[in-house]
């Protein structure tokens, strides 16, 4: 199912999938419809019919999900973005080999707003697969939210208040933090620890960076975002003509073609071939265990002195934060906030150095200018030489690497 739908911050759409290839017919028992839907999966139903959502049927319902009872998933189609919820109910059906599955989902413009539809979505797909074909409620929605949307060769709705992709490297607090239940960042600090400080500079050095874990797929998304989140920079001019670091969150092998002409992106995916497509990423995120088989960013997987210092120090901040709350009862700053402003603050202090650097009358970087960003002279001298290349920063960093005579 498919709908569009507006509200007031910007245009938004939701839809349903049916899982179609799940039914072994016997010889002449299934009519034309059944016989297509043994091909892949299909839109149930929709509103309208004239918006194009091919490839919507396996973005919003990962693979292997058969194997849970339910899930929800971030996507992207062309220039919109996508949340499904997932259901599987068990069913005396041998049709339907004992298992009714569907998917309920929203399409829009910035994916700030997929969030408040949750709920919605949750309900929905539980109803669909309870009184199958009863699209009422869906009607309803669609009649209290329906809008026109622009062509989609028109890119975001940029005149809109809301959050477009465009800015989301930009300036991110405080409409960032609003994009996904409370907690996402606290769990992705404890998921990966320190090598999170890995991750924000493949991050900030807008690398392809692709992250497999099998279903449930929705807490994955979340690590996309968190991913997204690291490379924040509010200084203005910084970061203009860099690849943009595009948030593609699920995908499939579907996608592969977009990805090819991809230069940044961070996405999650449940097929573990992308492992073997290796043209397609420059870091490859298996469960806790991060890896490149780009040779010249092989130094970057190595923790330095410099990274543990800070991540000693979030993690720090991260414990006053909860011991405030708890005895202060605190409840003006959250986790988010903290993490979003460590790395913002961590990034800012690097490229106001950098064009400090780059603008005075000697554009040499010293040791001491690379321990005032708070980066490792000698374990980060990799890092900071394809900063400058990738940021076009005229500066020259001469301090010795001990390896080399």
Not at 118 to 137: A, I, K, T, W
Not at 203 to 211: F, G
Not at 286 to 308: C, E, F, I, M, Y
Request: aromatic letters at 10%; proline letters at 6%; one cysteine or more.
């Amino acid at each position: 199912m498919y709908l569009k739908m507006i509200e007031v911050n910007g245009v938004v759409m939701p839809f349903s999938i049916l899982p179609v290839d799940l039914v072994e017919p016997s010889e002449g028992s299934l009519g034309p419809q059944e016989q297509l839907a043994l091909s892949s999966n299909m839109i149930e139903w929709c509103l309208p019919h004239d918006v194009n959502l091919d490839g919507v049927e396996f973005k919003s319902m990962a693979s292997g999900s058969h194997r849970i009872a339910n899930d929800f998933i971030y996507f992207r189609k062309g220039c919109y973005f996508g949340l499904a919820c997932f259901a599987n109910m068990p069913v005396e059906s041998e049709l339907e080999r004992g298992a009714r599955m569907k998917s309920v989902g929203i399409l829009s413009p910035s994916y700030t707003l997929l969030y408040r539809y949750m709920h919605f979505l949750e309900n929905q797909v539980r109803h669909q697969l309870q009184c199958p074909g009863q699209y009422s409620p869906l009607e309803a929605f669609y009649e209290d939210k329906k809008a026109v949307l622009p062509p989609a060769g028109n890119g975001l709705v940029t005149a809109c208040p809301t959050w477009s992709v465009t800015t989301i490297n930009r300036c991110m607090h405080p409409e960032m933090k609003i994009t996904h239940p409370a907690g996402c960042m606290s769990q992705f600090i404890r998921f990966f620890g320190e090598q999170i400080m890995v991750l924000w500079k493949f991050a900030l050095l807008r690398k392809r960076i692709l992250i497999f874990s099998p279903p449930p797929v929705g807490v994955v998304c979340y690590r996309v975002y968190c991913c997204c989140s690291l490379a924040n920079v509010s200084l203005p001019g910084i970061g203009v003509s860099v690849p943009e670091l595009r948030p593609f969150f699920y995908i499939n092998i579907a996608d592969i073609t977009a990805l090819e002409t991809e230069l940044s992106y961070v996405a999650c995916t449940t097929e573990k071939i992308f492992e073997e497509k290796k043209d397609l990423y420059d870091v490859y995120i298996d469960n806790q265990n991060v890896k490149t088989h780009r040779d010249s960013l092989q130094p970057l997987l190595r923790l330095n002195g410099a990274d543990k210092e800070k991540y000693r120090k979030l993690s720090e901040q991260r414990q006053m934060l909860l011991y405030s709350q708890e005895v202060d009862g605190d409840c003006t700053s959250n986790e988010e906030d903290l993490f979003i402003l460590f790395f913002m603050e961590l990034n800012n202090r690097i490229f106001q150095t950098l064009s400090e650097v780059a603008g005075s009358a000697d554009p040499t970087l010293t040791a001491e200018h690379v321990r005032a960003m708070g980066l490792d002279p000698q374990g980060d001298r990799s890092f900071l030489v394809d900063l400058l290349e990738v940021y076009g920063i005229d500066a020259m960093l001469v301090i010795d690497n001990p390896c080399c005579p």
